[in-house]
């Protein structure tokens, strides 16, 4: 089945030119021109894949985000911005992208990258949807997680760590293994990045961050979420 790919661009030149490339590599493409319409196209058309701009007219691209992830946390997002900082690009992670390039860009990177998104989406179909045990209880398919009752809010990026962890229950994985399976080979970060995440996940899932009971650090190797018990 072809991927329906939807381009969120105000500057039609640039719109045209997607539209025009990814048709060329294969995809169906539906096209936005402002954050309203994204919005709206998002949930009307469905699409597989979103290819979103950030300086938009009428609601930026970090809100576009945001409204998206709210509610559909499955679908991949490839931010496409002239917007550099890094700063931005934590933020715009954080929300719930699952790739950033900065403009200029290539069509063929782009490519790779939205081909390396969609590959991720579809290997984690049948994953692990929820989890239970002691004081956790985690839907992953519905995003919530309960802690000791409580409800805690995680980001989709953190849910797709926890679940890679958990999905690898007793299994020390090293910083880059997370990094390229929850991040994609082709993302720049670092494993320090893998660090500042667990760092925050540990916040909102321990009762002590300092001395964790669920994610622990195995040194010089990497993380590993605790084994099951016997």
């Not at 809100?63 to 946390?73: A, G, H």
């Amino acid at each position: 089945m072809t991927s329906r790919i939807l381009i969120v661009e105000d500057d039609p030149s640039i719109r045209l030119g997607l539209k025009r490339s990814l048709e060329f590599e294969g995809f169906t493409i539906e096209l936005a021109k402002d954050g309203e319409e994204a919005i709206q196209r998002a949930f009307d058309k469905k699409p597989n894949l979103i290819v979103l701009d950030l300086m938009l007219p009428k609601v930026n691209g970090f809100e576009v985000c945001r409204t998206v992830r709210k509610y559909d946390s499955t679908i991949p997002i490839v931010i496409l911005s002239a917007k550099g900082d890094e700063g931005d690009k934590v933020l715009g992670l954080e929300l719930g992208a699952d790739d950033y390039i900065t403009k200029p860009f290539s069509i063929r990177e782009l490519t790779a990258r939205i081909k390396a998104a969609l590959r991720r989406r579809k290997a984690m179909e049948g994953e692990v949807e929820s989890f239970e045990e002691s004081n956790l209880k985690i839907d992953f398919s519905g995003q919530t997680l309960l802690v000791d009752g409580e409800l805690r809010e995680l980001s989709t990026r953190e849910f797709n760590l926890l679940r890679h962890l958990i999905q690898n229950r007793g299994r020390v994985l090293s910083r880059d293994q997370i990094l390229n399976k929850v991040w994609g080979y082709d993302y720049d970060g670092t494993p320090r990045t893998i660090d500042n995440f667990i760092n925050k996940l540990r916040q909102k899932i321990e009762h002590d961050a300092q001395n964790p009971n669920w994610i622990l650090t195995v040194r010089g190797s990497g993380y590993k979420f605790r084994p099951a018990p016997d």
